[in-house]
């Protein structure tokens, strides 16, 4: 199921603005036939990003550049000890189903948390996959996704150790009532390895999730 999908873990960390270039490329490479669909795993140097529905006002201190981006949602950041994925996938063959794809994503990052040890959940009324902490929910991935054509991509960050004060530069997806926090934070020892060998595991049932049909009963 998902021998067709190149799996690419870049090292090092990766311009915001060539990983936007990249990914550009390869989704129209994707929706000619050209090339295989993409999971792309990234960190990038410390920076915030706004979707298409952000509010200049939520940028409280813009002590990192900020970038413009093409994917739903509002401002968030991005930087050292996150695991930033970035999903190219075909549609046209997987089912076109936007809201079955977002519910597959997080999903995914849900089950790999889980071989972490973290019980990790969605919220309808808050974007994202938060936890329990002792004393309120705390938002430990954020999801922003754009499709073009039936062809996906952006995707998910992962907070495994980033540095969270720099989240204190803006106001996170809009939800300024939120925290924010990441594995580090919750005492768990994950590194990129671990949480990349996680995804990579679970990758099948994620795929698996965007193909499967409804059962009908015309008894």
């Known amino acids: 199921m998902t021998d067709t999908i190149e799996w690419r873990v870049e090292p090092g960390l990766l311009d915001y603005a060539k990983a936007v270039a990249v990914m550009e490329d390869r989704v129209a490479a994707i929706r000619a036939g050209n090339a295989r669909e993409l999971i792309w795993l990234v960190e990038?140097?410390?920076?915030?990003?706004?979707?298409?529905?952000?509010?200049?006002?939520?940028v409280l201190d813009a002590?990192?550049?900020?970038?413009a981006t093409g994917r739903g949602g509002r401002h968030t950041y991005h930087g050292p000890g996150q695991r930033v994925v970035y999903v190219m996938l075909d549609l046209n063959a997987r089912g076109r189903d936007v809201r079955?794809?977002?519910?597959?994503?997080?999903?995914?990052?849900?089950?790999?948390?889980?071989?972490?040890?973290?019980?990790?959940?969605?919220?309808?009324?808050?974007?994202?996959?938060?936890?329990?902490?002792?004393?309120?929910?705390a938002k430990i991935a954020a999801i922003g996704v754009r499709i073009r054509r039936w062809v996906t991509f952006h995707g998910v960050a992962i907070n495994i150790s980033p540095n969270l004060a720099h989240f204190d530069g803006?106001?996170?997806?809009?939800?300024?009532?939120?925290?924010?926090t990441s594995l580090?934070?919750?005492?768990?020892?994950?590194t990129m390895e671990t949480i990349?060998?996680?995804?990579?595991t679970e990758l099948s049932r994620f795929i698996g999730r965007l193909t499967v049909t409804e059962m009908r009963n015309d008894a």
Request: aromatic share 8%; hydrophobic share 50%.
């Open 44 to 58: 990038h140097p410390p920076l915030y990003t706004a979707g298409t529905s952000a509010d200049a006002a939520d």
């Open 196 to 200: 990349d060998a996680a995804l990579h």
């Open 100 to 137: 079955r794809f977002i519910t597959a994503l997080e999903a995914w990052v849900i089950d790999a948390l889980a071989r972490e040890g973290v019980a990790a959940f969605t919220d309808p009324a808050r974007v994202g996959v938060w936890v329990h902490t002792d004393n309120h929910d």
């Open 63 to 67: 002590r990192f550049p900020v970038h």
């Open 170 to 180: 803006i106001v996170p997806c809009g939800l300024a009532e939120s925290a924010v």
């Open 184 to 190: 580090l934070a919750l005492g768990q020892p994950s």
